[in-house]
């Protein structure tokens, strides 16, 4: 499997590439029910639901129409391009809603913000045509 420069990453909110992208993350989880019965030496599970969380660091930029998109408690298609934009990239995409949105700054940085969003539905995995 090759390896990925994390550089080239690309996140996009509702078609509208962010600017000044830091960082990013995606968790995916699954919830699970115990199944063990009296009988059973050991204990076993079944994987019941799954759930998936985004977070994006950034600098702030008040000008940058996909940074407009961030508005804490609205629903959004968000796009997370670990590859970039090029064809052929695969990219992760689902619906999600923007739940916390945090920005600080400091006497010698740049103002920054991070946004967390929560996934509604299934996350899947796409490919730029």
Request: glycine fraction near 10%; hydrophobic fraction near 35%; aromatic fraction near 6%.
């Amino acid at each position: 499997m090759a390896k990925r420069k994390g550089k080239g990453g690309k996140v996009r909110l509702d078609g509208v590439v962010v600017a000044h992208i830091r960082d990013w993350s995606l968790s995916q989880s699954t919830e699970t029910a115990d199944s063990t019965t009296m009988d059973d030496d050991d204990m076993t599970h079944e994987a019941t639901q799954n759930s998936w969380e985004a977070q994006a660091n950034l600098y702030w930029d008040k000008a940058d129409a996909g940074q407009d998109e961030i508005t804490n408690g609205s629903s959004v298609v968000v796009d997370i391009m670990p590859e970039g934009a090029d064809t052929g990239s695969e990219y992760y995409t689902g619906t999600a809603t923007i739940i916390n949105i945090e920005r600080k700054g400091e006497f010698s940085g740049m103002v920054e913000a991070s946004a967390t969003l929560q996934g509604n539905g299934a996350l899947t995995v796409s490919t730029v045509i």
